[in-house]
Nanobody, 123 residues
């Protein structure tokens, strides 16, 4: 399975971005998916996860209602809508998938990883 993320860029504080992560390489893909992020000098951090069916979601504590994860299994695509962005949200964001259907905040639970997309938030 290959994951291709898109949608990163530069945004002002308080603005919004929407990420997409397209999965390819399998005709059926209903595994859990997630977003992680890593800022310079920091460890990879859990952002959000969604179950294979899309019925369950989980978010990192810092999200506080600002982000929404969703998926379209027919299109094999994962999304992350990010609103009210803050400078501390600046990081490289990675999509991840596989390893099961139940959501998990652990990066080690995921089998497949995208290459990452950069987010910069200016004051």
């Amino acid at each position: 399975v290959q994951l291709q993320a898109s949608g990163g860029g530069l945004v002002q504080a308080g603005g919004s971005l929407r990420f997409s992560c397209a999965a390819s390489g399998r005709t059926d893909f209903n595994d859990r998916m997630a977003w992680f992020r890593q800022a310079p000098g920091k460890e990879r951090e859990f952002v959000a996860a969604i179950s294979g069916s899309g019925s369950s979601t989980n978010y990192g504590d810092f999200v506080k209602g600002r982000f929404t994860i969703s998926r379209d299994n027919a299109k094999k695509t994962l999304y992350l809508q990010m609103n009210s962005l803050k400078p501390e949200d600046a990081a490289v964001y990675y999509c991840a998938a596989g390893g099961g259907v139940v959501i998990s905040p652990r990066s080690g639970a995921y089998t497949y990883w995208g290459r990452g997309t950069q987010v910069t938030v200016s004051n």
